[in-house]
């Protein structure tokens, strides 16, 4: 994100120098000053006027909102007033206003920093789509000067964006973009994701290859290199090269990427399953253990049957605690799942569940044997996901019957937990952040390229559907 808005900062400055060069080559009437900022064309004082006032339109918003909306309504009054002449006057005989394509992206763009200023999300999204818009106009206009052709009609037929203006809106428009990089369009492009890494690197390269690529084959057919029809196949062929090796280089990164995002995934799993068992040992095993130590000093401080009532309730207690230790170790792992697999792990499951909750479980199978064993990721994560969902059914759900099937097909392992119950908004809990089973469920799918879905409204049960493939499991497997 600071890479963004520092980027906005400096496109934006480079947006201001543009205008003032342009007051400072009028007054110094210097030609080489003018073709440096201009082109072909001398860009006009309204023009320069216009980008100074939306490069400190951007500047402005940070600190003073008034001045910074101020100046992104004049700079579209400033294009909406030469769009008026041009309807009321038409085409003016003497040359040196300003384009009609200049002023319709002035009005674009003034819009859009006048309405990312309310910080509304609407008008943000809207902003910024009238700033993609204008964008796009300029990159008609570079076009026009790449290929010395006319992409439009009308009566901006006679008239044309200079070089050096449609390069300034291309600036503005990257620095109004870059602004709010976690807003809007540009949230997904800014993020860590995958889907921001490939937007990233093939939005530029889907503008930039055809261009570049474009204008080289024109030269070379004026330079008499080739004709246009084996131009064309070298730009064809060219462009899917070029596309075919990066596309090749993004998936690497991508890969690379969601295999560090697993293996990190894993890791804060396992920490929160440790934070787990080091509550449940302060909590239960060590207050047993205080309670052990208290009778055991207490045998010989009183009467015979005084010690001996002791010494029984020290038994109890040290009962207490194998119970309570075999549980903790059965919950950690139960060593069925490593000896017989998922299915006779999730049916040892099932009647220990009945039987500290008195909750029934049907439980239905398709597309698994009895026999088949499943990678052990896939076997770990499918026992996790139902041993969580059963957990939550029994404190929350207020049922006496829970449904649990399992089944494979299409290269997939689907676990799903259904009842009838209480239900809930799972938006709201992952939001509030009080639901570490939820997130672990979410943690354990994703770090084996799954996918779970919680379906849930407040009174209408749940339905928890976990998704593994096992190719994916594998490849984590190898990954680590």
Same mark, same amino acid.
């Given at each position: 994100?600071?890479?963004?808005?520092?980027?906005?900062?400096?496109?934006?400055?480079?947006?201001?120098?543009?205008?003032?060069?342009?007051?400072?080559?009028?007054?110094?009437?210097?030609?080489?000053?003018?073709?440096?900022?201009?082109?072909?064309?001398? %860009?006009?004082?309204? *023009?320069?006027? #216009? &980008? /100074?006032?939306? =490069?400190?339109?951007?500047?402005? !918003?940070?600190?003073? +909102?008034?001045?910074?909306?101020?100046?992104?309504?004049?700079?579209?009054?400033?294009?909406?007033?030469?769009?008026?002449?041009?309807?009321?006057?038409?085409?003016?005989?003497?040359?040196?206003?300003?384009?009609?394509?200049?002023?319709?992206?002035?009005?674009?763009?003034?819009?859009?920093?006048?309405?990312?200023?309310?910080?509304?999300?609407?008008?943000?999204?809207?902003?910024?789509?009238?700033?993609?818009?204008?964008?796009?106009?300029?990159?008609?206009?570079?076009?026009?000067?790449?290929?010395?052709?006319?992409?439009?009609?009308?009566?901006?037929?006679?008239?044309? %964006?200079?070089?050096? *203006?449609?390069? #300034? &809106? /291309?600036?503005? =428009?990257?620095?109004?973009?870059? !602004?709010?990089?976690? +807003?809007?369009?540009?949230?997904?492009?800014?993020?860590?994701?995958?889907?921001?890494?490939?937007?990233?690197?093939?939005?530029?390269?889907?503008?930039?290859?055809?261009?570049?690529?474009?204008?080289?084959?024109?030269?070379?057919?004026?330079?008499?290199?080739?004709?246009?029809?084996?131009?064309?196949?070298?730009?064809?062929?060219?462009?899917?090269?070029?596309?075919?090796?990066?596309?090749?280089?993004?998936?690497?990164?991508?890969?690379r990427t969601d295999a560090q995002r697993m293996r990190l995934q894993a890791i804060l799993?396992?920490?929160?399953?440790?934070?787990?068992?080091?509550?449940?040992?302060?909590?239960?095993?060590?207050?047993?253990?205080?309670?052990?130590?208290f009778h055991l000093e207490m045998v010989g401080r009183g009467t015979p049957e005084d010690?001996?009532?002791?010494?029984?309730?020290?038994?109890?207690?040290?009962?207490?605690?194998?119970?309570?230790?075999?549980?903790?170790?059965?919950?950690?792992?139960?060593?069925?799942?490593?000896?017989?697999?998922?299915?006779?792990?999730?049916?040892?499951?099932?009647?220990?569940?009945?039987?500290?909750?008195?909750?029934?479980?049907?439980?239905?199978?398709?597309?698994?044997?009895?026999?088949?064993?499943?990678?052990?990721?896939?076997?770990?994560?499918?026992?996790?996901?139902?041993?969580?969902?059963?957990?939550?059914?029994?404190?929350?759900?207020?049922?006496?019957?829970?449904?649990?099937?399992?089944?494979?097909?299409?290269?997939?392992?689907?676990?799903?937990?259904?009842?009838?119950?209480?239900?809930?908004?799972?938006?709201?809990?992952?939001?509030?952040?009080?639901?570490?089973?939820?997130?672990?469920?979410?943690?354990?799918?994703?770090?084996?390229?799954?996918?779970?879905?919680?379906?849930?409204?407040?009174?209408?049960?749940?339905?928890?559907?976990?998704?593994?493939?096992?190719?994916?499991?594998?490849?984590?497997?190898?990954?680590?």
């Open positions: 994100m600071k890479g963004f808005e520092r980027g906005s900062r400096i496109a934006s400055i480079a947006v201001m120098l543009v205008g003032g060069l342009v007051f400072l080559g009028w007054a110094l009437n210097h030609p080489l000053l003018n073709r440096l900022v201009a082109g072909r064309f001398i %860009m006009q004082l309204n *023009t320069g006027a #216009a &980008f /100074l006032l939306a =490069g400190g339109s951007l500047w402005m !918003a940070r600190s003073r +909102r008034e001045i910074g909306l101020a100046c992104g309504l004049i700079v579209t009054l400033i294009g909406a007033f030469v769009l008026g002449e041009y309807a009321l006057r038409g085409l003016p005989e003497q040359p040196g206003r300003m384009e009609p394509e200049t002023a319709a992206n002035f009005v674009l763009m003034g819009l859009a920093l006048s309405l990312r200023i309310s910080r509304s999300a609407p008008a943000l999204r809207v902003g910024q789509a009238f700033t993609v818009l204008a964008m796009f106009g300029a990159l008609i206009a570079a076009f026009t000067h790449a290929y010395s052709v006319k992409f439009t009609f009308g009566i901006t037929a006679y008239t044309q %964006m200079t070089s050096g *203006t449609l390069i #300034a &809106f /291309l600036v503005l =428009g990257v620095a109004i973009l870059f !602004a709010d990089p976690d +807003r809007g369009l540009m949230q997904t492009v800014s993020s860590d994701t995958p889907g921001g890494l490939m937007a990233r690197r093939l939005y530029p390269a889907v503008v930039g290859i055809p261009l570049v690529l474009g204008w080289l084959v024109l030269g070379g057919e004026e330079l008499r290199l080739w004709n246009g029809k084996f131009g064309l196949s070298i730009m064809v062929l060219s462009s899917i090269v070029a596309f075919v090796v990066l596309i090749s280089v993004t998936y690497r990164s991508i890969d799993l396992e920490e929160a399953e440790r934070r787990h068992i080091a509550r449940e040992l302060h909590d239960e095993i060590g207050q047993s253990l205080t309670a052990l130590k010690g001996a009532e002791r010494v029984r309730e020290a038994r109890g207690l040290v009962d207490e605690l194998m119970k309570r230790v075999s549980n903790l170790s059965l919950d950690l792992r139960p060593a069925m799942l490593d000896d017989l697999g998922l299915l006779p792990a999730l049916v040892w499951l099932f009647d220990r569940y009945t039987s500290q909750t008195h909750i029934e479980v049907q439980f239905q199978k398709s597309g698994l044997a009895d026999g088949r064993r499943l990678p052990p990721e896939i076997e770990t994560a499918a026992f996790r996901v139902v041993q969580e969902a059963l957990t939550n059914v029994a404190r929350h759900a207020g049922v006496q019957r829970v449904t649990v099937r399992a089944w494979a097909a299409d290269g997939m392992v689907s676990v799903q937990i259904v009842d009838e119950g209480k239900g809930f908004s799972p938006e709201a809990a992952l939001q509030r952040g009080d639901s570490s089973g939820l997130m672990g469920m979410r943690e354990r799918t994703g770090a084996l390229g799954g996918q779970l879905s919680i379906e849930s409204e407040p009174g209408q049960g749940v339905r928890v559907t976990a998704e593994l493939p096992l190719s994916l499991a594998h490849h984590a497997r190898s990954a680590t």
